[in-house]
């Protein structure tokens, strides 16, 4: 993309693609499972075990975005952005709605 | 390192970045997938491998069934409640919780009971339905201890490795659903290429393979992916349950209780005697509207004991239904109150709990009978085929052309790759059909037995896979070949020295299950026998 990128070597830009993938990607869905669980209609139970059965789709779909085309700078960013927010959501909603 | 393995195409479209991740993602998981696709595709038939491997039972078997039809005196539901009560006060006053299963769904059968015991361990045992005393190991023809087809199961969701295992074929699972998403998206003629086989053009046709049973199966390797990570979704994924419960064993036990048993009571402290189950279970029984499985007492001897009655799913319910959970009726034992009914098929919970258990029905094909245990069985091969096959078109490719993704050890990684390939297709399968030959052939009354048979299982995998790194790749294709067409095709001749047990006699008191189980490994031994004379035919031209 730019000839920044090649400052490091390329197994080093694919092991960080790879730990965004595996790393970034699980805290993106444990993230989303926080969220949901936050925000189903249910009893904090049944909420949480239903995030926990979506989480494994958004997983996959943050694996396939960690390789995409686009600056490994972008793929962490990506991921950690909407992880953070969605588990600060989660904790800010189930705080005002008296989760457990 | 600055190599081509290690160059995802940052610049190429996004079809070429998918279809490198496709590529590495799906060949360094393919080896322990295969294996967990093999197993758990047996795994659909573990019961008849089960009474295949165990022919000491068979007999009991039948003369359980001629009891049945004669129908010889045993006690009846009343009767064997008492007979389990009256041994668990006696054996397990201080148990907090008695679980007595009093007889089949047609009112024979055995006599179980179940308890807690101080270590909060699940233990039980068998009565005997005429009179009620503990029943012994009958002496005369000691049974072979094996784990039977329960071996399939257990291996392929967590590799009789415990929480390791889950985890490491959970991973797998969750690099399955990559590849599986990667390689649809890699796929630009995804339909033509469906309807394109072109056989006996090498790379091609193993391209036209792979992409056939991908294809053709794709609603089901997704299906049987996402079930199985999320049957243990928990364990997995545990963000949602810790922010609400935190961690820690009482926040498991919290959790638990909340999603399925919310208003279990608490013990009171003041005594007083369980009192005669047959009253519930008939209350029971006609609130479900199902025959009595069990009769669970929960904190047996306290005046906040709770009694529930749980059914039997019949056949044709199972059949239809994708929730194989059954009807329950949850009583007070002081005032005899209905507490709590659950209709069966219904979930404990809401609509999470629901979805939680028609996907594990979904997983473990509790539904739709036989015919869908061989469609599961023909899916599962399918995929196993997709894993082997994928596996395989990797090292086929590059043996017409060197790539060089790894430089200098290029042609290492290669030979490696080879190698495992031929331990993990054939090798395993090798050591799947070992462990029938094993169930044979190890002596009845040796100590750990069925630790013994699994020890054969892995010992003759660790085998395959030396032997795969001695010799040349096409060289250990055919001699493993050789030897699994020759394990699978003399197996029933095997079962006929051992026992004396032979497709005919199984055909004539029909034995589906043995016959099933024999035909079928024979079936697999003529795949294999196939397999080895194309490769024989290949090196002839």
Redesign the interface.
Same mark, same amino acid.
């Given at each position: 993309?730019n000839t920044r990128?090649s400052t490091f070597?390329?197994?080093l830009?694919?092991l960080s693609?790879v730990a965004a993938a595996v790393f970034g990607g699980y805290a993106l869905?444990? *993230?989303a *499972?926080?969220f949901?669980?936050?925000v189903?209609p249910? &009893?904090?139970? +049944? *909420? *949480? %075990?239903?995030? #926990? $059965?979506f989480?494994?789709?958004i997983?996959?779909?943050a694996?396939?975005w960690a390789?995409?085309?686009?600056?490994l700078p972008r793929a962490w960013a990506g991921l950690l952005l909407p992880a953070v927010v969605l588990a600060g959501l =989660? %904790?800010a909603l189930?705080g005002a709605g008296g989760?457990? | 390192?600055?190599?081509k393995a290690? @160059?995802?195409?940052?610049? &190429?479209?996004?079809r $070429?970045?998918?279809a490198?991740?496709h590529t590495w993602c799906g060949l360094w998981f393919s080896w322990l997938l295969f294996a967990v696709f093999l197993t758990g595709t047996l795994a659909v038939f573990d019961e008849p491998i089960t009474h295949w491997m165990t022919p000491e039972h068979h007999a009991e078997e039948a003369a359980a069934a001629a009891k049945k039809e004669k129908g010889e005196p045993t006690g009846d539901r009343a009767q064997r409640l008492a007979w389990g009560m009256a041994y668990m006060a006696e054996h397990h006053p201080g148990a907090s919780m008695w679980e007595l299963w009093p007889s089949d769904a047609q009112g024979g059968g055995e006599l179980r009971v179940f308890w807690f015991d101080a270590n909060r361990q699940y233990a039980g045992v068998a009565l005997d339905p005429a009179t009620g005393k503990l029943l012994t190991e009958e002496g005369g023809h000691a049974a072979r201890a094996t784990l039977g087809g329960h071996h399939f199961v257990d291996f392929h969701y967590e590799l009789h490795a415990g929480t390791v295992g889950l985890w490491i074929v959970g991973i797998a699972a969750?690099a399955m %659903?990559?590849a599986l998403?990667?390689g649809v998206?890699t796929h630009k003629r995804i339909f033509k290429d469906f309807f394109t086989f072109r056989p006996k053009k090498g790379q091609r046709s193993w391209l036209d393979a792979h992409n056939a049973v991908a294809v053709l199966t794709l609603p089901f390797q997704f299906m049987i992916a996402?079930t199985g990570?999320?049957i243990s =979704?928990?364990t997995?994924?545990?963000?949602? @349950?810790v922010?609400?419960?935190g961690t820690g064993p009482s926040a498991q036990v919290r959790?638990v209780s +909340?999603?399925g048993d919310?208003d279990k009571p608490a013990a009171t402290g003041r005594a007083m005697p369980v009192p005669v189950l047959e009253s519930f279970a008939a209350r029971g029984q006609e609130r479900m509207g199902q025959p009595v499985r069990a009769v669970v007492i929960d904190h047996p001897g306290d005046a906040g004991a709770r009694i529930g009655v749980y059914g039997w799913n019949g056949d044709d319910e199972s059949a239809r239904r994708l929730s194989a959970t059954t009807g329950m009726v949850q009583f007070s034992a002081a005032t005899g109150e209905v507490q709590r009914v659950r209709l069966p098929g219904a979930a404990d =919970? =809401?609509?999470?709990?629901l979805? $939680?258990s028609a #996907?594990s029905g979904l997983h473990m094909v509790t539904f739709g009978g036989w015919p869908m245990k061989w469609l599961y069985f023909l899916c599962g091969l399918a995929g196993t085929a997709m894993m082997g096959s994928g596996a395989v078109l990797f090292i086929v490719k590059r043996r017409q052309k060197h790539l060089g993704e790894f430089g200098g050890a290029t042609a290492r990684v290669y030979r490696l790759i080879e190698a495992l390939n031929v331990a993990a297709i054939a090798g395993l399968a090798i050591a799947c059909v070992g462990y029938l030959w094993a169930n044979r052939l190890v002596p009845v009354g040796i100590g750990h037995r069925a630790d013994r048979e699994l020890q054969v299982f892995f010992a003759l995998w660790a085998l395959a896979l030396v032997h795969a790194f001695v010799r040349q790749p096409a060289r250990a294709w055919r001699e493993q070949l050789g030897a699994l067409a020759a394990l699978c095709l003399l197996l029933p001749v095997l079962n006929f020295v051992t026992t004396g047990d032979h497709l005919l006699a199984q055909l004539l008191r029909s034995d589906w299950e043995s016959l099933g189980v024999e035909l079928g490994v024979v079936a697999f031994g003529l795949a294999a026998l196939g397999a080895l004379r194309h490769l024989r035919r290949k090196v002839a031209r």
């Open positions: 993309m990128t070597s390329p197994a830009r694919l693609r869905a444990s *993230a *499972a926080v949901l669980a936050a189903l249910a &009893g904090p139970a +049944e *909420a *949480a %075990l239903g995030g #926990m $059965q989480s494994f789709a997983y996959t779909v694996v396939i390789f995409a085309p686009v600056s =989660g %904790l189930r989760g457990a | 390192m600055s190599t290690t @160059k995802v195409p940052s610049q &190429g479209g996004f $070429q970045a998918q490198w991740l969750m %659903l990559v998403v990667s998206i996402y990570l999320v =979704g928990t997995f994924m545990p963000a949602s @349950k922010l609400h419960y959790f +909340e999603l919310s =919970g =809401g609509a999470a709990m979805a $939680q #996907m």
